[in-house]
């Protein structure tokens, strides 16, 4: 834990100058759109310690695998979240001193993230050694309607002289990641220099050649006024910059707006880039900082009404919310199906990769809530994009016939991973897979992505679970052999319930879908059997083990098992260990944690979670009871879960702990981690631990459900959903459900188990049901 | 499979000149004498592929751990076998030309190992660009005589021409590892130059600062006659040559000889290294070239009068077994108890470390049969000092109470491995270090080494096992698991058959030693108990889970399981497999190994091999028929175990081919990776298949046993064997076993269960039984 931020209900705010906290204040801090992010690092350049982090999605870096023992099937190349050209610099000179906050007096110091309009804006005084001072007031923004354009406006105002006030901004793409493998430079030089609006530089990765191209343009104002100084370029290799020099005397305030356009070659053609780049940094020079600016915020004002959930009477739950629905979007919009959800977005090199299972189980379901169906529907397309990948995949671990495994990690579809226990036996991420799609088809209803892409996922996935069972002669039954379940805590084990669970469901699921492809589109259908090969003939296969699959439980207790032997292990809870012995993982020995029953993430829980409609409540609540005392959530990505499942089965204050846990993990650095970036996939989780967890909100079979709980440290919470072409928004007070139908036809929906209709012409009033345990 | 060299009874022989097969030539052909070995680099230099190799046992560097994803408990540091000085450098020219058989024409060109001399000699002709022509001819050894001398006689005849012969012997500390993990460099600077007998090197490692000094001596021979050339010495950083020129006429020969000592720190204190190898270097050029290799094939005659092993009608085997007793006194000699017996010995740097549970369970009845008590016990002693990093290490995952665990890999008793599934999980080499005790005191009966240091070890590996096992309530029985067994094609496995076996049989005869100590050395027994704070209650425990203990078998079958879950596996036989599979683990991914039912190497039957009188022979047969076709000995250290097993059930044929599989491993390159280094731990397994397996030798219950066979293939063959103070020698002929006691006193033995007396006054005659399967 490390609470230094103030609590604020639409903005985040470090008061005071903390050099030993930069790192994750540089994480916290970070901005982004989709496009392209960027760490809280300073414009001005600073000698403390930093982690530099400007990122573009999409481009990244192939890293020579580094591993001690090397395996068989292991991938050569680790895609590494690249580090890629500085585009905020501006080296500030006082008389000719520089300005470096390290090296200064510093007060008032204050760093507001404003969520509300996405900009981050960064105030202090500044006295240099020269006893001169100078207020401070820097705006920055990475622009939601122009995804290529950042913006600045740095503003000094002279306190105490007359004198020089020296602005040099610069592009610099020679730059490094701190992680590379072998200490590696990824960038190279191909072009830099100057046109009539700013500087400009081309730098390309070593490795797959992707190009970017940075350039700036700069305006200057002096008390309100624009001036025209005379820059004095310099373009250096990999850097172009332009120095101003400004006579000012006490009180007088310069400011510079300094405009960067980031281009790559994911979306223009090599040849296109510069002459791009150039003709938009024209464009953006013209229309200027502030219009930018409003064109931004006014792109937030729309997001922000779609997603935002207002929580009353707890403004740290508030805060928590919205600085996690703030980082999801400025990390994934949709647009792009190329583009994913890395676990620390572009906050930080840590990971590397950019697609985790993350994307499809914890994800997903925000973007299916909160953003236009071509969103999720993008989400989805990246993975049938990969399908080719996700093949050879297989190929590689022995599979046949079409088969897919999809990678643990990746960046273009080809795994990166290389722990065996996980690259090669993690394989419940396929399963999720498989369950995004039926996520997404029960929630929007486009039954019309199975014949278009879902199928041919599907069956590939089908087959990879055909093969991956296998016939167990001593028990006249289907195994799984050597998985990793979502309990990394456990490697190498036997019939993990909740891959063999999800792996069955799969097939199920899968021969649903070839039966609605068939019928309703049965030319498609034909299509894609030529396609693939497929005959029908394979399911055969697919019952058989359907019908024999061997999945662990414990009659006496009434439970699922983890795995075939976990009740082999010592049986303890997390009451019985010592606080000095936690987080397990920094304490104990990976032997030691694997013996263990203790549970990194919810395993069980989880397919319980996926499968709720599919076991009675009191099956839930057994499971639950068992497996949360085993439970360390030593994963970002466990609390929310258990969050959802305790408020089903009525637990409502652990419920608001685990809700907690996720929502402000981040901001209080819970496990003093977060100067590595932010866990942005779990964030997602936070989100759903107040719509499916408080608010119960589920879409199964067709139709939709609430059971609103209220937490009672809050007095009300509201929230908006997009749900089969509606906006609804749902409203929880003490004593009553409100939902209104924002936008859209009426639709019908149970809350509490009743039924109701939900019309546009007035709110549904349901009285609130009190939860029972 | 790499079959370039001829088949001798006493000679390895290379005939042509091979720079494709330089590097496996330069492992089987190298030298030692267990203080240091030399792989077989020519003097001269050489520009075509080499890898240059010249080790001192005892010096090592700990490199930084390299690792993808780094866990809890992993060592810092890999200990690296370190190249060291190079010592046998000459530089040759021909009228000032190099000599350099990459670039020359090259004929006549022999490399002949003499394992009964123990010398190295190569001989060729060379016609270098000028077409000036040579002949050479090159003696090496290192001195089994004494321990820190290596001499070289270097001859070279002038074919063709009147000129100059340029010899430039040097010593050369500036030597780098070919698998630096980082590509450091691990020797640095301290001292070079020369004195009155020649010149010196001393540098020292830039971790551990182990300090070593080389000397030369060179003394140059003009056709038989002594003469006095002025040396041209130079001192370079980390170099000192000495440059001779002597003009020779057609016809001439030329003869320098070249005596090096090498000598470093773990022997002498830094102040007095230079003075003990100046002494040693004066002595040295004194006693001469041929006195000090008369004393080396003398010291050789010895070593081969107690170890050889006589093969009649197969020159194959002969060659083979002669090889590998070689290489074994080549790598470890005994004398010296901080030594051990590193996998590759003195020949490439490939595992590093230099201790691994093969000493114990290999090599250790190698010794204990060939050579006097003090070399056993001197490795049993090694364990028994680093008794104190066991402890800790077994502190380091979470073990208390002094229980140790030793390491998988070790230079220094702390360990250097770093995979967990091994590191932390192949815990059954604890029971190595156990048995070995008892191995030593069965063939011994030396039951003093049990209170002077092996109780101690005992207990503290009982204290590990007791705390591994833990207590099921499902069975209510004790489970242990987490493991990885011998087969390591197995990973954190429950209940290895082997390692349960084998942990239980350890408290088993833990407590059968206190009972000695205590009744024969009571004094000596409060003393330890004092020492490591030992009470007899905590025996309650081993007890506890020795009555209790859950040894997964295979009751239809009547088998013992390898593990819980071997039988969910899909049950195939390697004759399944497909001959582009194998070896598995160069075409499966690990996932596909782990999951399927081959065996890498014997587990069970490793098991049914130590504790065979626990068992009938109808229950070995089972295992074996059983194991046997799932073992795909991919493994250096399977085959002889199952020769060994096979022999004893009467599968003649089956156990000559797994002899020939590891006799000639090397000499015949089956897993074509001998330019690594050779396999040394596994050579001592090729003795056992001899002695253990056809000659069915066992020392047990204070009892010697024989039980020989014959393959059909070989007319007879004899070995000795020392035991209980008697030297025996024993001779297995087609129709007759005779039994020699060629010193010490009447000794009683059983052949063929039939007990004799064994006089020193004439052998014994036995008829040799036919093998019945």
Not at 53 to 58: A, D, K, N, R
Not at 313 to 331: C, V
Request: hydrophobic share 35%; with cysteine.
């Amino acid at each position: 834990m490390n609470q230094y931020l103030e609590v604020d209900k639409w903005n985040i705010i470090e008061d005071g100058f903390n050099p030993e906290q930069q790192r994750s204040s540089e994480s916290i801090f970070s901005l982004g759109n989709g496009h392209m992010g960027q760490r809280a690092n300073f414009e001005e350049s600073y000698s403390g310690d930093s982690l530099q982090g400007s990122y573009i999605g999409g481009i990244y870096y192939p890293d020579k695998t580094k591993v001690g023992w090397w395996k068989n099937g292991y991938p050569e190349y680790f895609a590494k979240v690249l580090n890629s050209v500085n585009w905020i610099g501006i080296d500030i000179a006082i008389n000719g001193a520089p300005l470096d906050l390290f090296k200064c007096g510093v007060s008032a110091f204050k760093r507001v993230l404003n969520m509300k309009k996405g900009y981050l804006k960064r105030l202090f005084v500044a006295e240099l050694p020269s006893g001169d001072k100078v207020e401070v007031e820097v705006t920055r923004f990475i622009s939601m309607a122009r995804k290529e354009i950042g913006a600045i406006e740095y503003n000094i105002k002279s306190l105490n002289f007359d004198g020089d006030i020296t602005f040099k901004p610069y592009v610099n793409g020679d730059v490094r990641n701190e992680d590379a493998n072998y200490d590696e430079h990824f960038w190279s030089e191909v072009e830099q220099g100057s046109f009539e609006e700013g500087g400009y530089v081309t730098t390309r990765t070593k490795k797959l050649d992707f190009h970017v191209t940075a350039s700036m343009t700069n305006q200057l104002q002096q008390n309100g006024n624009d001036i025209t100084e005379d820059a004095d370029t310099e373009v250096e290799s990999m850097q172009v910059s332009e120095e101003y020099t400004v006579p000012v005397s006490q009180g007088d305030e310069v400011s510079l707006h300094k405009i960067a356009v980031v281009a790559s070659s994911l979306n223009h053609s090599t040849a296109q880039l510069k002459p791009h780049v150039k003709s938009l940094t024209k464009d953006a020079a013209a229309i200027g900082f502030a219009t930018l600016l409003y064109e931004h915020t006014q792109r937030w004002a729309e997001i922000w009404d779609g997603s935002d959930v207002l929580i009353e009477g707890d403004d740290k739950a508030q805060q928590g919310i919205r600085f996690n629905i703030f980082q999801l979007y400025q990390t994934y919009t949709g647009e792009d199906e190329r583009l994913n959800i890395g676990p620390k977005g572009f906050t930080g090199e840590k990971y590397g990769g950019c697609t985790y299972w993350d994307t499809e189980a914890y994800c997903l379901p925000f973007y299916l809530n909160t953003a236009p169906n071509k969103v999720a529907r993008n989400l989805l397309l990246y993975r049938y994009q990969q399908l080719p990948e996700a093949i050879e995949n297989a190929e590689k671990l022995g599979f046949e016939n079409g088969a897919a495994l999809y990678p643990m990690v990746t960046m273009n579809g080809e795994e990166c991973h290389n722990e065996w226990e996980i690259t090669f036996e993690e394989v419940h991420r396929n399963g999720a897979m498989a369950y995004a799609i039926h996520n997404y088809i029960q929630h929007t209803g486009d039954e019309s992505y199975l014949s278009e892409a879902g199928l041919e996922v599907l069956i590939a996935i089908s087959r990879f679970w055909s093969q991956r069972f296998n016939y167990s002669e001593k028990r006249d039954k289907f195994v799984m052999l050597g998985v990793t379940g979502p309990n990394e805590y456990e490697n190498n084990i036997n019939n993990n319930w909740y891959t063999s669970y999800i792996g069955c469901w799969t097939m199920k699921y899968t021969l649903e879908s070839i039966e609605k492809v068939r019928s309703n589109n049965s030319e498609r259908y034909s299509d894609i059997q030529d396609k693939i090969g497929f005959s029908e003939d394979e399911t055969a296969q697919w019952k058989e083990i359907m019908d024999n699959v061997h999945l662990p439980e414990d009659k006496k207790r009434g439970i699922f098992l983890q795995q075939d032997n976990y009740l082999d292990k010592e049986q303890r809870t997390v009451e019985d260990l010592n606080e000095n012995e936690r987080p397990l993982n920094q304490h104990w020995s990976w032997d030691r944690i694997l013996r263990s029953c203790f549970i990194k993430q919810g395993d069980v829980v989880q397919g319980l979670y996926f499968f709720e409609d599919h076991f009675d409540e009191e099956m839930l609540r057994r499971n639950f009871d068992f497996y949360e005392p085993r439970t360390v959530h030593e994963s970002s990505l466990s609390p929310c879960i258990h969050a959802i499942m305790a408020s089903k089965l009525g637990y409502s204050d652990r419920a608001y702990e685990f809700y907690l846990r996720t929502a402000r993990l981040d901001l209080d650095d819970y496990n003093e981690e977060v100067h590595q970036g932010l866990h942005i996939t779990s964030m997602a989780g936070t989100w759903m631990a107040i719509v499916e967890g408080f608010a119960g909100k589920r879409a199964k079979d067709g139709e939709l459900y609430f059971a609103p709980t209220l937490p009672d440290e809050w007095s009300a919470y509201s929230f908006k959903i997009l749900y089969k072409g509606r906006r609804l928004k749902i409203r929880v007070e003490a004593e009553e459900v409100q939902i209104t139908c924002e936008d859209g036809e009426t639709v019908q929906c149970y809350v509490y188990d009743e039924q109701y209709q939900i019309t546009a012409d007035e709110p549904l009033k349901v009285s609130r049901k009190k939860a029972v345990a």
